[in-house]
């Protein structure tokens, strides 16, 4: 907490230092930056003023705009000597602001969360309808894209594949087709959709998932994949191996 309300105030500052007044701007167009000490300088004012930048900006993604007129004023009053508010109350205000943000945010999170879960859900049962696609008793589906000859894993084998990850819009969260390397795993060690299915596939098939949420990650939120999110995946499974020392991917 201490730290989020540090980092408020020096944002708060760095806005109005560089806007203060006419001569700072004009000075700003004029900026020399010949020196590692200038550089360093203005390195410090550019990296807090990026913070400074997105915070206001997430802050007004969940419907809390600041005054920015009133940030500057608030700079140059303390600067002054002469601050309308003391330390106390400060620190009391940005403590209720951290505290209405976070509030805002866990209550963004849980539309969001219940909209992809809606969406999901009507995703997977139109998907169901489609003609190639299989539906477990779990509720994951899966098509055949192409099929193999070899053995079929269990639980505790480790295997080898190469994959792609989209959320329901087609958004790519993972591949290792990009990464150019297939990935080695214990299949106990995955999402329950993964164990699951990859138990169906043959050596040397592809196939494609949709797996549900609760088969995924469920209410949890990886940023790049959103909480209650239906995930697809289109998988080869390339071979099975016994190598006691690949690694897991969660």
């Not at 203060?20 to 004012?45: M, P, R, S, W």
């Not at 913070?51 to 419907?63: M, P, S, T, V, W």
């Not at 299989?134 to 192409?146: A, F, I, P, R, W």
């Not at 053995?151 to 990464?179: C, I, N």
Request: charge should be negative; include cysteine; charged fraction near 30%.
């Amino acid at each position: 907490m201490r730290k989020t309300i540090k980092l408020s105030l020096i944002a708060a500052s760095v806005l109005a230092l560089t806007a203060c007044n006419q001569e700072a701007k004009k000075e700003q167009a004029d900026v020399k930056l010949d020196t590692v000490a200038q550089q360093q300088a203005y390195g410090i004012g550019a990296s807090v003023g990026n913070f400074l930048n997105k915070d206001l900006a997430d802050k007004k993604e969940i419907g809390i705009e600041l005054d920015q007129a009133l940030l500057m004023r608030g700079f140059e009053d303390a600067l002054a000597g002469n601050a309308k508010i003391d330390e106390e109350k400060i620190r009391e205000v940005l403590t209720a602001l951290d505290e209405s943000v976070r509030t805002k945010q866990e209550e963004k999170a849980k539309v969001e969360s219940e909209k992809s879960k809606a969406e999901g859900e009507k995703y997977l049962a139109d998907n169901a309808k489609k003609e190639g696609v299989m539906v477990t008793e779990s509720g994951l589906q899966y098509e055949v894209m192409s099929e193999g000859e070899g053995a079929k894993p269990v639980a505790t084998d480790v295997v080898k594949v190469h994959y792609k990850g989209t959320l329901l819009d087609g958004t790519e969260f993972d591949s290792s087709y990009s990464r150019n390397e297939p990935t080695t795993f214990p299949l106990n060690r995955v999402i329950p959709g993964w164990t699951e299915g990859l138990q169906l596939m043959p050596v040397g098939s592809k196939y494609k998932f949709t797996i549900p949420s609760d088969l995924a990650y469920g209410d949890r939120d990886l940023g790049k994949i959103p909480a209650n999110s239906t995930l697809i995946f289109e998988v080869e499974l390339l071979e099975i191996q016994n190598d006691a020392e690949a690694t897991a991917a969660e």
